[in-house]
């Protein structure tokens, strides 16, 4: 009767074998990497028992862990409200997009901060990048 495995040779069956524990070793860490991250919270749930959100106490990590749309809309009404205080009216889109993409990874870099923190290192960083003094 003749055995597959013994007609193998040791180096063979050792390459195959070791081909097998590597894809069973990357299986797992995908599937735990996967796992780790939590799913995104919804902005709503940072809401008030009214449907409000304190804003000047959000954190980095809250937009960081939420879906992106959420953070987007997050951000675009940030730049409103800090335009507004500044009694500007007009909107300039594309800086606009840049500025709240920066404060996304910001903040997913510094999840300790509030986002209005953030907001001002930003902001900061872009008026000294442009030579603006304030």
């Known amino acids: 009767m003749f055995d597959a495995n013994l007609a193998m040779t040791y180096p063979l069956r050792r390459a195959i074998e070791m081909r097998n524990f590597i894809a069973m070793a990357t299986l797992g860490l995908a599937l735990a990497s996967s796992t780790a991250r ?3 919270v919804d902005l709503s749930a940072y809401a008030d028992a009214n449907g409000f ?10 937009l960081a862990n939420t879906y992106q749309e959420d953070a987007d809309m997050l951000t675009t009404w940030y730049s409103g409200w800090y335009n507004g205080l500044a009694k500007k009216h007009f ?3 594309t800086r606009g997009k840049e500025l709240e993409h920066q404060v996304i990874v910001f903040c997913k870099a510094n999840q300790q901060l509030r986002i209005i923190d953030a907001i001002a290192v930003i ?3 872009e008026k000294a990048r ?3 003094e304030y």
């Open 130 to 132: 442009r030579g603006i």
């Open 91 to 93: 909107a300039h889109i």
């Open 38 to 40: 939590a799913e995104p």
């Open 123 to 125: 902001f900061k960083d």
């Open 53 to 62: 959100i304190d804003v000047q106490t959000l954190t980095c990590a809250q």
